[in-house]
């Protein structure tokens, strides 16, 4: 059975960092593109990041290009996304997800598991 757990979302203050987490359990983190979708309140979900298995390949948005941060580490299951430079328009839900398509560039949302998400509030 495979699970995605975030953890690391909080309250933060315009311009401050928070450092997000997703622990991987099921047998695929070492093969799967990953990534990070964020829902702010009356928006779509939006895709903002992701990295291949391999942590070679990396995809921003433009809208956190610059500011956030994506790694992984396989041999623990479990990536991350160092968020800086926040600001109050980052406020949203974060989930992390693992991707089912092959790496590319822009990678394919297609997802085939998801987290639970993690509150991210951003106060100005």
């Known amino acids: 059975q495979v699970q995605l757990v975030e953890s690391g979302g909080g309250l933060a203050q315009d311009g401050g960092s928070l450092r997000l987490s997703c622990k991987v359990s099921?047998?695929?983190?070492?093969?799967?593109?990953m990534g990070w979708f964020r829902q702010a309140p009356g928006k779509e979900r939006e895709f903002v990041v992701a990295i291949s298995w391999s942590g070679d390949g990396t995809y921003y948005a433009d809208s956190i290009k610059g500011r956030f941060g994506i790694s992984r580490d396989n041999a623990k299951n479990t990536m991350y996304l160092q968020m800086n430079s926040l600001k109050p328009e980052d406020t949203a839900v974060y989930y992390c997800?693992?991707?089912?398509?092959?790496?590319?560039?822009?990678?394919?949302?297609?997802?085939?598991?998801w987290g639970q998400g993690t509150q991210v509030t951003v106060s100005s």
């Open positions: 997800a693992a991707l089912g398509a092959p790496w590319e560039n822009p990678p394919r949302p297609d997802v085939d598991y």
């Open positions: 099921g047998d695929i983190f070492g093969s799967t593109t």
